[in-house]
T-cell receptor
Framework: GDSVTQMEGPVTLSEEAFLTINCTYT??????LFWYVQYPGEGLQLLLK?????DKGSNKGFEATYRKETTSFHLEKGSVQVSDSAVYFC????????????FGTGTKLQVIP | DVKVTQSSRYLVKRTGEKVFLECVQD?????MFWYRQDPGLGLRLIYF???????EKGDIPEGYSVSREKKERFSLILESASTNQTSMYLC????????????FGNGTRLTVT
């Protein structure tokens, strides 16, 4: 079945550091790929998405590129802020008969001033 | 703005009790989902529904059932609560399009004692 693997956390960075959170997936066909973010005490919210190979999703300074050849969708940000501290989830929506969304285990990011 | 509302933020129940978790969405979404979130395990799909009165088992349906009598409402039922069902429960909804992101409620923290 479909699966998503993302890097273990927690990740601790200083403000203005470069961020990469790795995400790889296993799926048949061409799934749609998503990054969600969960701030403390809240549900998940969409950060960005890409729906076909070589698409780049971007939002709030975050970017991720859909790489079919490496089955990856790594999240990057050039300069993190304290307000980016949250848990980040990579997810895919498969091509099966029903819209089943599979999530990674989440990566906690802590940004220190 | 899409709103997904879960009826309780915190819930404490005793072992063996029947527990109802309610979720309502206001965006006419066809799909609705129930996940549980546990540290180190990410989000795991319990059940989802793609239409009124329709349901599909997710990855961990054992010990749970669901009900969807109206399009906007999706209920998760724990027939006989057990301590291993202590968790954060997240409801989500989306359009019936694999490119459509999930919209989450803020979660219900259930403790079974």
């Amino acid at each position: 079945g479909d699966s998503v693997t993302q890097m273990e956390g927690p990740v601790t960075l200083s403000e203005e550091a470069f961020l990469t959170i790795n995400c790889t997936y296993t799926a048949t066909g061409y799934p749609s790929l998503f990054w969600y973010v969960q701030y403390p005490g809240e549900g998940l919210q969409l950060l960005l998405k890409a729906t076909k190979a070589d698409d780049k999703g971007s939002n709030k300074g975050f970017e991720a590129t859909y790489r079919k050849e490496t089955t990856s969708f790594h999240l990057e940000k050039g300069s993190v802020q304290v307000s980016d501290s949250a848990v980040y989830f990579c997810a895919l929506s498969g091509t099966g008969g029903y819209q089943k969304v599979t999530f990674g285990t989440g990566t906690k990011l802590q940004v220190i001033p | 703005d899409v709103k997904v509302t879960q009826s309780s933020r915190y819930l404490v129940k005793r072992t063996g009790e029947k527990v109802f978790l309610e979720c309502v969405q206001d965006m006419d979404h066809e799909n609705m989902f129930w996940y549980r979130q546990d540290p180190g395990l990410g989000l795991r799909l319990i059940y989802f529904s793609y239409d009124v009165k329709m349901k599909e088992k997710g990855d961990i349906p054992e010990g749970y059932s669901v009900s969807r009598e109206k399009k906007e409402r999706f209920s998760l039922i724990l027939e006989s609560a057990s301590t291993n069902q202590t968790s954060m429960y997240l409801c989500a909804s989306s359009f019936r399009d694999r490119n459509s992101p999930l919209h989450f409620g803020n979660g219900t923290r259930l403790t079974v004692t």
